[in-house]
């Protein structure tokens, strides 16, 4: 049983925590992805790791953007650049729950006291191809946490089946501080005094809502879209599916900008959802394929071979 | 005999279908029992989260032994000329342990040859043997929604299995369940009992899950939500409205069910209530309460899945939640405001209804052309129809209902008032979309029941003309729904429209249509009738008396409605059997002697027994006393006077010889009876009531 910590409640308190817990139960601690990206989910640790046979255990904050959720910094609980905690445990292990559980006690939630609840809550990504089946998880009526087995990313089948668990972080914090504005978090407290997330993020918040809503540039991210999405396909084709991957990455937020901007019709937005899908399936396909190439190595043998069995097989028919 | 119980543990369960697998998963395992002739006394279902489980008490060990019949070798090939066994009798004999000098006297005709046969007793299956390929196929047969797999397994399932507990009296049943070894441990709830629990006795599971902090008994969990729920709104002195959708909801996502009271700012209720409903409902399956006016009270009921050291926290957690909550409901509405629903309307243009069918847009300038032509019909307004027509679905786009989609319609007449529309066009809006279910409400304004008509005949005649017309359970555009209401509002509202007539009208509003108008207009027809089939089932009216009516083919359901209804009344009377089998015999002798000319008049001279005289003087005074009733559709009336033919008719079948050579004679008896039934057709054909043999 991990022990309680006596100050694990300031927000950088809260992310460090964290990781020594998961880095305690053997994952590989990553820093987040250095790109903007609307979830963890789309960092490759989760997204092409979750893709062919390989055992894959990892956690890492990742900061995420959704520029259409800006409030100006008027909002206490809406922002368009805030915080997550992605674990993902590949193959998903059958106490995955009760890892969870412990890591919130060791945050000092009491279970005895507290309501927590698994929600049924299924996730689907149109953009990346990807959908799984799980949970919201609740603390006294909140969102806390996303809780998903994959089924499916980049259009191919997950086996084995990756777990992620997607904690909010400000959330959490929220209810460890018993604060009702996200701006009034204390993200540490030295000896100059207390820091809080507002002193961190409010400004940011503010004019990064101004430039989402009003001065991103429309014709540039049109134009980027298509640069980036005809770069994807250029290196997709010449077995780079890695930088390929950062190119749907990069599209994918110059789509969000775009939407944040309202520049997108509802028909036109479908489009471009596909042309995102299209580009991450071709990634993913390609991915596979050069992992297989590299005989899967953090595959088990049996696994590895069930795997390109599977393809071959493929082919076949 | 011994009690059996199966309990399946899992990760969390998806609410909505809780009930759903656990009822399933009971009928698959007692029905596979039962098929194998095994007895057992009651069957007791649980359901709750992380577990279905089911009892079934006084399970027989075995089933019963079946005596069954082995066929051998023809009695030609067993023995020989002189009557000994041959060597094909012998191997039989000694295989069937039949000793030698009685083997002839097992004879016996199998399939008209004298044959060898054997008798023996086969045991019947032991629960051993049955269970575990049962439970297997049954929750093979589960209907899961979505299937998911987990870890590195390669089974599918709808949560990640955790435990499988099966026990038969005391033992446990040896079986493996997708990778899990069945044993008598159970676990209870996941805060409150921290270790195993052991499973003596199947029927000691309830009790054991009780002191573990589960209720196991979906019923009984949802007694007691709504029972606390009463108790807390007791005290504040309100009253709980407690949907039952969300009460089942909420009774899935417990094991240890808790009631709590929280509030917030009264200075929300100044957002329309509907939008703090659903806030509350959809969002965070909270209970609202009401003072006795109807009026929302700054209060919520949640349900919590714990009996908490301290439940204040809980509270003030979930009022937390609530809040941000209730301002976007806030922002919502006061932004929606500020554009009106004739601005909005534009914005429909780009949203689309169905790809082959066009926008929304497209729709509301059908329906407004549809109104036109309904309203008169309905007594409505006809301009302000239109102006509703125009507006109905503006609210589509507003920020209120992109969050909560059930609030289509309602907010709409909210809107529509604060834009100052006529009330009426604003109720209207509301009520287009009514009924939303199966005992929903039905609209009440005049220009209200225009709208939800147009609307679905519109849908209707639409999503078949591009052939995507329910097919099976298929119905992806709940047209079963929606002509079901169509039908009700017609009738309730006692409206008569030849519905043939008004679908060729809404298809004139349908031109990118390839199929050919009729032909759609007779699908849609056929397929809204076709609805009454299970009105009138529910309702406990006989199939034959909806058959006998629709055998008539009418386009009017009103008309149709009123004649089910007479014809019901009919089979009651006394004469009702006697004058459907009258009526049926009648139409067999027309179809056999098929008359040239069915206008000729009745030749008063041929007349000669009285009883037909009689009979022919009955049927002319009736033919001119029906025909203001039927006007009126008073068809009980009719029939009622209808039924003073039955002693006459039977008179004139006993006295007289219908097809007798003479032919005049029996033209004019023809032509008589045919008058006869016709006065019969122009109600039902009643001839059908008749049972089949």
Same mark, same amino acid.
């Given at each position: 049983m991990s022990q309680i910590k006596k $100050?694990?409640?300031s927000f950088q308190e809260l992310i460090l925590s964290l990781q020594k817990f998961w880095s305690d139960h053997g994952c590989v601690i990553l820093q987040p992805l250095d790109m903007e990206v609307g979830a963890g989910t789309f960092h490759p640790a989760t997204f092409l790791r979750a893709i062919g046979p390989e055992v894959w255990n990892s956690a890492y904050v990742q900061p995420c953007r959704r520029p259409a959720d800006g409030r100006y910094g008027d909002n206490p609980n809406r922002l368009q650049h805030y915080y997550q905690f992605q674990v993902i445990l590949k193959? =998903?292990? =059958? +106490?995955i729950q009760q890892l969870y559980l412990d890591s919130l006690k060791m945050l000092g939630i009491d279970t005895t006291i507290h309501d927590i609840r698994f929600v049924e809550d299924n996730w689907e990504s149109p953009s990346l191809g990807a959908w799984g089946l799980g949970w919201e998880v609740w603390l006294n009526g909140m969102e806390i946490t996303q809780f998903t087995y994959f089924q499916q990313v980049g259009g191919l089948e997950c086996f084995p089946v990756a777990g992620e668990i997607t904690y909010g972080l400000e959330r959490i914090a929220m209810h460890l501080q018993g604060v $009702? +504005? %996200?701006? $009034?978090? %204390?993200w540490t407290s030295g000896d100059e005094g207390v820091v809080t997330y507002g002193d961190v993020f409010h400004q940011n918040e503010v004019e990064m809502s101004a430039y989402n809503y009003e001065e991103a540039d429309i014709d540039f991210m049109r134009e980027t879209f298509n640069q980036l999405e005809s770069d994807c396909r250029r290196l997709v084709n010449k077995g780079l599916p890695l930088p390929g991957y950062e190119m749907v990455i990069k599209a994918s937020h110059a789509f969000n900008l775009l939407d944040a901007r309202h520049a997108i019709s509802v028909t036109e937005r479908q489009r471009y959802i596909l042309r995102i899908r299209t580009l991450a399936k071709s990634v993913a396909e390609a991915y596979f394929n050069s992992r297989s190439a590299l005989g899967f190595p953090l595959a088990s043998k049996e696994m590895a071979d069930r795997a390109i069995r599977r393809i071959g097989g493929k082919s076949n028919g | 005999m011994a009690d059996f119980l199966v309990e399946i543990g899992t990760e969390e369960l998806p609410p909505k279908a809780l009930m759903n697998l656990a009822n399933a998963f009971h009928d698959h395992v007692a029905n596979g029992f039962k098929n194998n002739t095994f007895g057992f006394s009651k069957t007791k279902v649980f359901a709750t989260p992380r577990r279905i489980a089911i009892l079934l008490e006084n399970l027989d060990k075995q089933a019963p032994s079946k005596e069954i019949t082995i066929w051998g070798p023809p009695t030609k090939i067993a023995f020989d000329a002189a009557g000994e066994p041959t060597a094909a009798g012998i191997a039989f004999a000694k295989k069937n342990s039949i000793p030698i000098e009685s083997l002839s006297e097992m004879v016996g005709n199998n399939q008209g040859k004298e044959k060898l046969f054997s008798k023996s007793k086969k045991p019947g299956l032991k629960v051993e043997d049955l269970a575990e390929n049962l439970i297997r196929e049954a929750i093979s047969a589960l209907p899961i929604p979505k299937k998911m797999r987990w870890g590195s397994n390669a089974f599918e399932f709808i949560r990640p299995l955790q435990w499988v507990l099966i026990l038969f009296g005391n033992k446990i049943i040896n079986s493996q369940i997708m990778g899990l070894k069945a044993s008598n441990i159970t676990y209870g709830h996941r805060f409150h009992s921290k270790n195993q629990i052991i499973v003596d006795e199947p029927r000691e599971y309830e009790s054991c899950l009780r002191e573990a902090n589960v209720i196991a008994c979906f019923s009984e969990r949802r007694e007691l939500i709504s029972s606390a729920i009463k108790k807390i709104a007791k005290k504040v002195c309100g009253i709980a409205i407690v949907d039952a959708s969300l009460l089942d909801e909420v009774t899935a996502l417990n094991e240890w069910p808790v009631a709590l009271l929280g509030s917030f700012d009264r200075?929300?209720?100044?957002?329309p209530t509907e939008a703090l409903i659903s806030s509350m409902a959809e969002h965070q399956k909270y209970f609202h309460l009401t003072n006795t006016d109807g009026e929302l009270l700054p209060l919520f009921i949640t349900i919590s899945n714990i009996e908490s050291k301290d439940s204040s926290q809980i509270i003030r957690g979930n009022e937390r939640v609530i809040r941000p909550r209730l301002s976007d409901a806030a922002f919502f509405y006061n932004t929606d405001k500020k554009t009106t629903l004739e601005k909005r309307r534009e914005s429909l243009k780009s949203i689309i209804f169905q790809e082959q069918l066009g926008t929304i847009y497209e729709k509301t300038d059908r329906l407004s052309a549809l109104a036109e032509y309904i309203a008169p019909i309905v007594n409505a307004d006809i301009s302000l129809s239109v102006r509703a027509a125009q507006l109905c679905k503006s609210d589509l786009v507003t920020d209120m209902v992109g969050e909560f989609e059930s609030l289509q319609g309602i907010m709409g007449k909210y809107y529509a008032t604060n834009d100052g529309e006529k009330p009426e066009v604003a109720e209207a809006i509301q009520e287009h979309y009514l009924p939303k279910f199966s005992k929903d409400a039905i609209p009440k304004t005049a220009i209200g029941i225009t709208l939800a008509i147009c609307d679905r005949l519109d849908t209707l005649v639409g999503i078949f003309g591009i052939g995507q017309q329910p097919s099976g359970s298929k119905d992806p555009f709940a047209l079963r729904r929606s002509s079901l209401g169509l039908l009700r509002i017609i009738i309730e509202h006692n409206i008569n429209l030849n519905l043939y007539e008004v679908l060729k009208k809404a298809a004139t509003g349908h031109q990118q249509l390839q199929t050919d108008d009729d032909q759609i207009c007779m699908q849609v027809l056929t397929y809204v009738k076709e609805r009454f089939r299970a009105w009138y089932e529910e309702e406990g009216i006989p199939t034959e008396v909806f058959l006998s009516v629709s055998a008539r083919n009418l386009n009017n359901p009103l008309d149709i409605h009123r004649r089910v209804y007479a014809v019901h009344t009919f089979t009651?009377?006394?004469e009702a059997v006697t004058l459907a089998a009258a009526n049926k015999r009648v139409s067999n002798i027309l179809a056999k002697n098929p008359l040239k000319d069915m206008s000729a008049p009745i030749n008063k001279d041929l007349l000669c027994e009285p009883s037909e005289l009689a009979l022919t003087k009955i049927v002319e005074n009736l033919e001119k006393k029906i025909q203001p009733l039927l006007q009126e559709q008073s068809y009980t009336s009719v029939l009622k006077l209808l039924s003073g033919l039955a002693i006459p008719i039977d008179n004139f079948f006993d006295d007289v010889?219908?097809?007798?050579?003479d032919d005049e004679t029996r033209i004019n008896r023809l032509v008589l009876l045919h008058k006869l039934r016709a006065l019969f057709l122009q109600v039902a054909d009643i001839s059908l009531l008749v049972p089949e043999r």
């Open positions: $100050d694990c409640t193959p =998903s292990p =059958s +106490n $009702d +504005n %996200v701006y $009034d978090l %204390v | 200075e929300f209720l100044e957002v009651r009377f006394p010889m219908v097809v007798t050579d």
